[in-house]
């Protein structure tokens, strides 16, 4: 894994920085304790979206009544289903 390689080399840096760049010693410490945190964490788990069921979606539809002024009130909140 890679913060197998990325704590050593944090570690270094921050062992061979001045102490006069406080700032820069304050990142890297909280870039080890970052990395040190999700050392422990298991690598996401994606869902399996490829499922043999009819999936439905909707999308509503906002027409500028502005623009199109013969737009009817009812018509201007279209409900479009998808189906895939």
């Known amino acids: 894994m890679e913060t197998d390689k990325i704590l050593p080399e944090l570690q270094a840096e921050k062992d061979a920085l001045d102490p006069a760049f406080q700032h820069c010693l304050r990142l890297l410490e909280r870039e080890i304790e970052k990395n040190q945190r ?6 996401e788990k994606f869902i399996d ?36």
């Open 38 to 43: 999700d050392e422990g964490k298991e690598e």
């Open 49 to 84: 979206v490829v499922i043999n069921k009819n999936m439905k979606l909707g999308q509503k539809v906002l027409i500028p009544v502005k623009q199109f002024p013969k737009v009817s009130d009812k018509a201007a909140d279209i409900y479009i289903p998808l189906i895939l």
